[in-house]
């Protein structure tokens, strides 16, 4: 199961069952990403689908070389864990 970036919608998906979609929500303001919505259905929660979207983001963001802004609590989370900053 891949993480697809759709570019036009701002957003990171994937969609491990038949109408369960993750995603990673973002808006890209000049050099920065700002990361607002990551959003797991509660029958998918616990799998670590959120944490592969945030690293899909995050991938994109330093391969775009942008700054990110974590406006999402669960990416802000995320990047204290990885010992990481915005």
Do not use: K, N
């Amino acid at each position: 199961m891949d993480v697809r970036h759709d570019s036009a919608a701002q957003q990171f998906w994937l969609e491990p069952e038949p109408g369960q979609r993750c995603v990673l929500d973002y808006q890209r303001q000049g050099d920065a990403v700002v990361f607002t919505h990551t959003g797991v259905p509660p029958a998918l929660q616990g799998r670590g689908l959120a944490a592969r979207l945030v690293a899909a983001g995050l991938q994109w963001a330093g391969e775009q070389q942008l700054q990110v802004i974590p406006a999402c609590s669960y990416v802000a989370s995320y990047l204290r864990r990885q010992g990481r900053r915005g």
